[in-house]
């Protein structure tokens, strides 16, 4: 894979996933969701090559049956994740790493992403999250997940000195946290599935 673009696409474990969602999908319809928006990102991918990043059994066996490589995880936490499939991949020889969160349901491609040399951050409809961020190895870019990481992540690219690019998209930004994040016609929510825990 040396010189190569992959993605990499941290997965929570479906079980207990999507909590915030709890006050409109019980938990087998929201485990339902996350799957189905996980299968969509790697399905999205294609024809790029795909890693899924997780610290459970569940989505290890799952992410292989994809079709997907694994890095198995021990400490929580979305950033401390991805960080640790961004050095996996980079010792694999990956020059440059895609790393789209498994929560985009209308994602359709993500191969135009890597078309820059440098950083490419695609922010969430907010402007306030970054939903992929795109980044070359080596370069010790550090994430920073969490309220606010698309100014944080402009912010790291210009610490280390490289070109960056806003590549905003109406497919990619949107993220699914909170009830009012399934409102789009395009998303199928098990509604019949819904009630409380």
């Not at 993605?7 to 929201?30: D, H, Q």
């Not at 985009?104 to 907010?126: S, W």
């Not at 402009?154 to 699914?176: C, F, I, K, N, Q």
Request: glycine residues 10%; negative net charge.
């Amino acid at each position: 894979m040396t010189g190569s673009v992959a993605v990499l696409i941290p997965v929570k474990a479906f079980e207990g996933a999507k909590a915030r969602l709890a006050p409109v999908l019980n938990p087998t319809a929201r485990a339902d969701l996350a799957r189905s928006m996980a299968e969509t990102v790697i399905t999205a991918a294609s024809p790029l090559p795909v890693t899924v990043v997780c610290d459970c059994d569940e989505v290890e066996a799952w992410a292989r049956l994809m079709g997907a490589d694994v890095v198995r995880v021990t400490e929580p936490g979305l950033t401390a994740a991805v960080e640790a499939g961004v050095e996996a991949l980079a010792s694999a020889g990956v020059a440059t790493v895609v790393v789209a969160h498994g929560d985009l349901p209308l994602a359709t491609g993500l191969g135009h992403c890597a078309d820059f040399a440098g950083v490419t951050l695609v922010p969430d409809r907010h402007h306030d999250g970054t939903p992929v961020a795109v980044v070359p190895t080596g370069v010790g870019f550090r994430f920073a997940y969490g309220p606010g990481s698309f100014a944080a992540h402009v912010a790291e690219a210009e610490r280390l000195g490289l070109s960056w690019r806003s590549l905003p998209d109406e497919h990619l930004g949107w993220d699914v946290d909170e009830p009012a994040d399934l409102n789009h016609s395009a998303i199928a929510v098990g509604r019949e599935s819904a009630g409380t825990p």
